[in-house]
């Protein structure tokens, strides 16, 4: 077996090249339905409507998708630059915290009489959040520019211990007092929250700032020259490097982007949806923004669309599964093997194989 | 001091951290071959919780012991093979393709384990492998026959990578593939062979967990101990008597925040900071190693043949 590069791919084939995918996604993950003893039609037929066939179903998945969003655009942006930053869980976690400890100021500055007003707090709260989820990237980014550390060993080893960090902080300094015994943190003051778009719905304004954060990043990979510098050390450091682009600097600004991002998604989690940080605010939205990022081929945009489709196949498993005896489990089967599906029809829109 | 000292001079704490270090030894030497071959393999987290779930099934579906551990080093190998598929034949980033490896086995495993006890909330459990009492080695004998496989797979692997012409053909397609494929070295079925085997190793740590140190199936049972593995291997210099040696220190740290926390009680020291010394001492060793570090050349580079 052997791949050829193809001269030019026709635009059929990149059209159809992720409908493909999902189709055999679809299929393969049929059978685990038929496994269950479930109806594949209904089951998929109950799925679909589950994610996106009411306004409830579609608010709910427009919720979840805003956390995706975000670290998908983190995955996105450090991809471009070939920092692999599996660490966007442990930044969510660090932005979180960094959230409830600036906008808890605010209760404690009005008991001393010193009233923090609500439009300085809120950006104060997502700056800290953002600067936090930066931080946490750095010491990975300058440790792979200067010292030659594989980023996706220690961003990855510091999810586990920015979770311990987080749990020490709920059992201790931070912990809500009133929360009977659970580790949680003080709720955010009402004014902090972000408001619902739509009225008896979950979905809030953290779309908005999620969505024109996306065109932002589209914007500054597209017409900047740190967009340009990172597509450069993307393709090829040695000769980006070469032709004079500043790589260990073009590396930490994108190491700093890529952890603000998701720093911020923690932050407009707590300040959109739960108001508190708890150990379990996050089912690896870290880790999902990843397949995201690849869904969208690191597009921004495209990462609006697949943090939708993902976020819709999560909450549609999750009453899917309370109408009919399938496990939810299979949400994030089909997210898995539409990743790994996605990028082998992409390759084979850009390569020919060759049986030989 | 003195509940140090306590600590260690007990054997059952040194009991421990070898149980605790034979999963991570069985996980770096797979990830060892994978990597010397010049194939990252971030599968391992997943694929240790699916040998871990299909040894365990297979046991409780009646079979002996170790065909569970064959069921467990199959599944392995399968994905090692999908791995072997998507990263050397279709050169697909093999960062990204061991990830979604990860996610896949990790939810196929759950959601097979739900299919198959849809109601219990108290997993099912089995009857594990038995301490070696016959061996006249102290603290071995308090082991299972896998941490003896274990220990015995470190320098048979060491002998294969480096005295024998498989082995050699493995070290070059990690080194430089466009030599080994002059000198007749089939680079992709090389490279193939080392994932599929890697994995094989992987799935059997994992079941190490299920049919010998554990009795049943836990969700978030491997918890980290496959990434654990990866930063093992770069703290090895990819050799496998530096991965015993890792391994066991990693055990030791492990199995002594353990210890400390239950001497000391939380009120000193928050159990979280115990908790996170073995994941900072990683980062630490991959620091201190990286300047001296031997990377397998070809790590991560795709070979294409008749491409720059």
Same mark, same amino acid.
């Given at each position: 077996?052997?791949?050829?590069?193809?001269?030019?791919?026709?635009?059929?084939?990149?059209?159809?090249?992720?409908?493909?995918?999902?189709?055999?996604?679809?299929?393969?993950?049929?059978?685990?339905?038929?496994?269950?003893?479930?109806?594949?039609?209904?089951?998929?037929?109950?799925?679909?409507?589950?994610?996106?066939?009411?306004?409830?179903?579609?608010?709910?998945?427009?919720?979840?998708?805003?956390?995706?969003?975000?670290?998908?655009?983190?995955?996105?942006?450090?991809?471009?630059?070939?920092?692999?930053?599996?660490?966007?869980?442990?930044?969510?976690?660090?932005?979180?915290?960094?959230?409830?400890?600036?906008?808890?100021?605010?209760?404690?500055?009005?008991?001393?009489?010193?009233?923090?007003?609500?439009?300085?707090?809120?950006?104060?709260?997502?700056?800290?959040?953002?600067?936090?989820?930066?931080?946490?990237?750095?010491?990975?980014?300058?440790?792979?520019?200067?010292?030659?550390?594989?980023?996706?060993?220690?961003?990855?080893?510091?999810?586990?211990?920015?979770?311990?960090?987080?749990?020490?902080?709920?059992?201790?300094?931070?912990?809500?007092?009133?929360?009977?015994?659970?580790?949680?943190?003080?709720?955010?003051?009402?004014?902090?929250?972000?408001?619902?778009?739509?009225?008896?719905?979950?979905?809030?304004?953290?779309?908005?700032?999620?969505?024109?954060?996306?065109?932002?990043?589209?914007?500054?990979?597209?017409?900047?020259?740190?967009?340009?510098?990172?597509?450069?050390?993307?393709?090829?450091?040695?000769?980006?490097?070469?032709?004079?682009?500043?790589?260990?600097?073009?590396?930490?600004?994108?190491?700093?982007?890529?952890?603000?991002?998701?720093?911020?998604?923690?932050?407009?989690?707590?300040?959109?949806?739960?108001?508190?940080?708890?150990?379990?605010?996050?089912?690896?939205?870290?880790?999902?923004?990843?397949?995201?990022?690849?869904?969208?081929?690191?597009?921004?945009?495209?990462?609006?669309?697949?943090?939708?489709?993902?976020?819709?196949?999560?909450?549609?498993?999750?009453?899917?599964?309370?109408?009919?005896?399938?496990?939810?489990?299979?949400?994030?089967?089909?997210?898995?093997?539409?990743?790994?599906?996605?990028?082998?029809?992409?390759?084979?829109?850009?390569?020919?194989?060759?049986?030989? | 001091?003195?509940?140090?000292?306590?600590?260690?001079?007990?054997?059952?704490?040194?009991?421990?951290?070898?149980?605790?270090?034979?999963?991570?030894?069985?996980?770096?030497?797979?990830?060892?071959?994978?990597?010397?071959?010049?194939?990252?393999?971030?599968?391992?987290?997943?694929?240790?919780?699916?040998?871990?779930?299909?040894?365990?099934?297979?046991?409780?579906?009646?079979?002996?012991?170790?065909?569970?551990?064959?069921?467990?080093?199959?599944?392995?190998?399968?994905?090692?093979?999908?791995?072997?598929?998507?990263?050397?034949?279709?050169?697909?980033?093999?960062?990204?393709?061991?990830?979604?490896?990860?996610?896949?086995?990790?939810?196929?495993?759950?959601?097979?384990?739900?299919?198959?006890?849809?109601?219990?909330?108290?997993?099912?459990?089995?009857?594990?492998?038995?301490?070696?009492?016959? *061996?006249? =080695?102290?603290?071995?004998?308090?082991?299972?026959?896998?941490? %003896?496989? &274990? @220990? +015995?797979?470190?320098?048979?692997? #060491?002998?294969?990578?480096?005295?024998?012409?498989?082995?050699?053909?493995?070290?070059?397609?990690?080194?430089?593939?466009?030599?080994?494929?002059?000198?007749?070295?089939?680079?992709?079925?090389?490279?193939?062979?080392?994932?599929?085997?890697?994995?094989?190793?992987?799935?059997?740590?994992?079941?190490?967990?299920?049919?010998?140190?554990?009795?049943?199936?836990?969700?978030?049972?491997?918890?980290?101990?496959?990434?654990?593995?990866?930063? *093992?291997? =770069?703290?090895?210099?990819?050799?496998?008597?530096?991965?015993? %040696?890792? &391994? @066991? +220190?990693?055990?030791?740290?492990? #199995?002594?925040?353990?210890?400390?926390?239950?001497?000391?009680?939380?009120?000193?020291?928050?159990?979280?900071?115990?908790?996170?010394?073995?994941?900072?001492?990683?980062?630490?060793?991959?620091?201190?190693?990286?300047?001296?570090?031997?990377?397998?050349?070809?790590?991560?580079?795709?070979?294409?043949?008749?491409?720059?």
């Amino acid at each position: 077996m052997r791949l050829e590069k193809r001269n030019r791919s026709s635009a059929l084939a990149l059209l159809l090249a992720p409908v493909g995918a999902a189709v055999f996604t679809l299929l393969v993950s049929g059978l685990l339905v038929l496994w269950a003893g479930a109806p594949v039609a209904q089951t998929y037929g109950l799925l679909f409507k589950g994610g996106f066939g009411s306004v409830f179903a579609l608010s709910e998945t427009l919720t979840r998708a805003i956390p995706l969003i975000l670290t998908g655009l983190a995955a996105t942006v450090a991809f471009k630059a070939r920092l692999f930053n599996i660490g966007a869980e442990g930044q969510l976690y660090a932005g979180a915290l960094a959230a409830v400890a600036v906008g808890g100021m605010h209760g404690a500055a009005s008991g001393s009489g010193l009233a923090w007003s609500p439009w300085l707090l809120f950006p104060l709260m997502l700056a800290a959040a953002a600067l936090a989820g930066a931080a946490l990237l750095l010491g990975p980014a300058l440790m792979k520019a200067r010292l030659g550390v594989d980023e996706v060993v220690t961003t990855l080893l510091l999810n586990f211990i920015m979770l311990l960090f987080v749990s020490m902080m709920l059992d201790g300094p931070m912990k809500d007092p009133t929360a009977m015994g659970w580790p949680q943190s003080v709720a955010l003051q009402g004014e902090l929250e972000l408001t619902k778009l739509v009225e008896q719905t979950r979905v809030h304004t953290g779309l908005l700032i999620a969505s024109a954060l996306a065109v932002l990043v589209w914007a500054l990979l597209k017409f900047t020259v740190l967009g340009f510098d990172i597509r450069a050390v993307g393709a090829n450091a040695r000769a980006a490097a070469f032709a004079g682009v500043p790589v260990t600097r073009t590396v930490v600004l994108v190491a700093l982007i890529s952890g603000a991002l998701a720093g911020l998604a923690g932050a407009i989690e707590v300040a959109g949806r739960t108001s508190y940080v708890t150990l379990d605010m996050s089912p690896g939205y870290g880790y999902t923004g990843i397949v995201i990022a690849m869904l969208a081929g690191l597009h921004p945009i495209g990462v609006l669309a697949a943090s939708v489709f993902v976020a819709g196949v999560l909450v549609g498993a999750d009453s899917m599964s309370r109408a009919i005896n399938v496990p939810t489990y299979i949400a994030d089967v089909i997210v898995a093997a539409s990743l790994l599906s996605v990028l082998v029809a992409t390759m084979l829109t850009q390569y020919r194989l060759r049986w030989k | 001091m003195t509940e140090l000292l306590d600590i260690l001079a007990n054997p059952a704490f040194w009991i421990a951290t070898l149980r605790t270090g034979t999963p991570l030894i069985l996980g770096t030497l797979g990830v060892l071959m994978c990597e010397r071959a010049g194939v990252l393999n971030l599968g391992i987290e997943g694929i240790m919780v699916a040998g871990a779930f299909t040894g365990w099934l297979a046991v409780y579906l009646g079979l002996p012991l170790w065909a569970g551990v064959g069921v467990a080093a199959l599944t392995g190998a399968a994905f090692g093979l999908l791995h072997a598929l998507l990263t050397v034949g279709l050169a697909l980033s093999q960062h990204v393709s061991g990830l979604g490896i990860t996610m896949l086995a990790t939810a196929l495993s759950y959601f097979g384990y739900r299919v198959s006890f849809p109601k219990v909330n108290t997993p099912p459990t089995i009857t594990p492998f038995a301490e070696m009492a016959w *061996l006249p =080695v102290p603290i071995l004998q308090n082991q299972t026959p896998l941490t %003896l496989l &274990a @220990l +015995l797979l470190v320098p048979a692997i #060491a002998y294969l990578l480096n005295r024998t012409p498989a082995g050699l053909s493995l070290r070059m397609v990690g080194e430089n593939p466009r030599a080994a494929e002059g000198q007749g070295v089939s680079v992709a079925a090389t490279r193939t062979a080392a994932i599929v085997a890697g994995s094989a190793l992987m799935g059997v740590a994992g079941a190490f967990l299920t049919l010998s140190a554990f009795n049943a199936f836990f969700f978030n049972m491997v918890n980290g101990r496959g990434w654990i593995c990866v930063a *093992l291997v =770069v703290f090895a210099s990819w050799r496998p008597g530096k991965a015993l %040696l890792g &391994a @066991l +220190l990693f055990a030791f740290f492990d #199995a002594l925040q353990l210890r400390l926390q239950q001497a000391t009680g939380e009120a000193i020291v928050p159990y979280q900071l115990y908790l996170m010394l073995p994941y900072a001492l990683s980062i630490l060793a991959l620091v201190l190693v990286a300047r001296r570090a031997a990377y397998p050349q070809a790590l991560m580079k795709p070979y294409r043949k008749g491409e720059r």
